[in-house]
């Protein structure tokens, strides 16, 4: 969803990141216009900021024309977000300090405010600015904890200001719908490996992406996501209460087992491996010039869905089904089988390894075929549904698909 984004940059090394974040979110939609202290404009010039983003810079010096820029550029802004936030900012903006450009646009704005602080690990810890982050947070600020790391003064610990990527990848979660709030939800993702020896085995070619999606837009809905993985082609959602790799199936099922008693909501979207070498080989198998493969020997991996869905307390629990023929009637088949709420079905023709999907989704009172688009909207879909299921605030509907 494209956002009229107001950046406001106050003076620290950490603004350069600013740039490629202007970039990002400019790719990603959404129209950006930036606002500058006079510090900031020390570090990177505002011609830069006016090029990257397509709009002219606000500044202390330049304004808007008529003086009245912090009140005429946060009303035309859906969020305003300070990056670098320096912990001078932070302090003003928290005891209703007005002194500047930036201050004085977050005190007159009427729309969120998000703020990316940008410090000096004893800064950050300091008992004065840790009582301002409380104060900040209190007053509905959304605060994009730093990162651990070294800093530009050459001491390491936290205060680091996340990278322009993970703020970008964070930044929706302030305006996003919070339908799973105090939920937490356990997503399993990725390819699952089953060794036949200390090199090869048995996986397939799931990329991991829609389970990533899925995480994102649970996190973006307000849960405490635990996300465990297997073999997975993309880079890991941040924000997550826990992450946990589980390669084989069974490591998977031990990891899951261990975490169900904690959560309220499953999504087993992991393409789990339904055999694993029995014989597994110790050491690397060498052709034994008989011309005769060696025998491996298959035994089943337990259904990781389907034995917590048919747990005692089972939490509500969304399965996928991967098909390559007769969807729909595979689908219809799998859910009854394993009682699961919510089953997302979808062509494996489709989904597997691309980046967008098509899917259907089955409940108790619809079956609804969504049109093929990127994951990360199939996921915001089966989001909205799974939290109108688990609210239950889904009414019936006539609307049946039908194959």
């Known amino acids: 969803m494209s956002k009229k984004i107001l950046l406001a940059i106050t003076g620290g090394i950490a603004a350069y990141k600013s740039c490629e974040l202007v970039r990002l979110l400019k790719k990603q939609g959404h129209n950006v216009t930036v606002a500058m202290s006079q510090a900031a404009t020390e570090f990177i010039a505002p011609q830069t900021f006016q090029a990257l983003s397509g709009n002219p810079v606000l500044t202390q010096q330049g304004g808007d024309g008529n003086g009245m820029a912090h009140i005429n550029a946060t009303r035309a802004a859906d969020i305003m977000l300070i990056a670098p936030a320096t912990a001078n900012t932070l302090a003003k903006i928290a005891h209703g300090i007005a002194d500047n450009i930036i201050t004085e646009m977050a005190a007159a704005r009427n729309c969120p405010l998000v703020v990316a602080p940008a410090m000096n690990v004893e800064m950050w810890h300091n008992p004065a600015n840790q009582r301002n982050i409380k104060q900040l947070a209190a007053d509905g600020v959304h605060i994009l904890q730093p990162a651990h790391g070294e800093q530009a003064c050459g001491e390491i610990g936290v205060g680091r200001m996340l990278e322009a990527a993970e703020i970008a ?4 979660d302030a305006w996003a719908t919070k339908s799973l709030i105090h939920q937490k939800i356990l997503i399993t993702t990725g390819a699952t490996y089953e060794a036949i020896d ?6 397939n070619i799931s990329s991991g992406q829609m389970g990533v999606a899925l995480a994102r837009a649970c996190r973006r809905a307000g849960a405490q996501v635990f996300l465990v993985y297997g073999k997975i082609q993309t880079a890991l959602p941040i924000g997550m209460a826990h992450y946990e790799c589980a390669e084989s199936a069974l490591a998977m099922y031990e990891a899951v087992f261990r975490l169900k008693n904690q959560i309220d ?3 087993s979207v ?6 694993r070498v029995a014989n597994t080989a110790a050491h690397k198998l060498k052709k034994d010039g008989t011309g005769q493969p060696p025998t491996i020997e298959l035994t089943e991996n337990p259904d990781i869905l389907q034995s917590v869905a048919q747990s005692e307390s089972a939490p509500f629990c969304v399965g996928f089904a991967a098909e390559s ?18 089953l997302v079905a979808n062509d494996v023709s489709i989904a597997m390894g691309k980046t967008t999907n098509q899917v259907i989704l089955l409940d108790d009172f619809a079956e609804t075929m969504l049109p093929e688009m990127s994951k990360d909207d199939v996921a915001n879909a089966i989001v909205a549904r799974m939290a109108e299921l688990m609210n239950q605030h889904v009414q019936p509907t006539e609307f049946v698909l039908t194959q």
């Open 169 to 172: 990848e964070l930044l929706p």
């Open 198 to 203: 200390p090199v090869r085995g048995i996986t």
């Open 265 to 267: 909501g499953f999504i």
């Open 270 to 275: 992991a393409a789990v491996a339904d055999y």
């Open 325 to 342: 023929e007769n969807v729909l009637a595979y689908a219809r088949a799998k859910r009854a089988k394993k009682g699961v709420p919510l």
